[in-house]
């Protein structure tokens, strides 16, 4: 992944106004997650993404692409992250079937 969501991440977090500290304590994460994360340069966990992203007001999908998904697969994109592995791999083949039944 490009470090292009970084930035979209970084913009987002001077838009909300708030501190580095105050938006990691809303989101749930250790108090000093963000500072860290940007400072290290490390990735969130997907967990920790949906909710920076709720907290911000964002979608994940704006901060990963710089674009933006309609609701219904912004929905399904939320519910999938607290998926196991094993319950993801069910999901993308039950979508594939899904796909494949549909009339053309």
Known sequence: MK????????RAIERDGRS???ISVAAGLGQ???????????????????????VL?????SILTGGD???SEEELLRISSG?????IDLLIELARQMK?????
């Open 100 to 104: 494949e039944a549909e009339p053309q």
């Open 69 to 71: 998904l309609g609701p």
């Open 32 to 54: 000093n997650y963000l500072n860290q994360m940007l400072v290290r340069g490390t990735a969130p966990t997907t967990t920790a993404l949906v909710s920076l992203c709720d």
């Open 83 to 87: 998926l196991s592995d094993r319950q």
């Open 57 to 61: 007001g964002v979608s994940v999908t």
């Open 3 to 10: 470090t292009e969501w970084r930035d979209n991440l970084v």
């Open 20 to 22: 580095l500290r105050a």
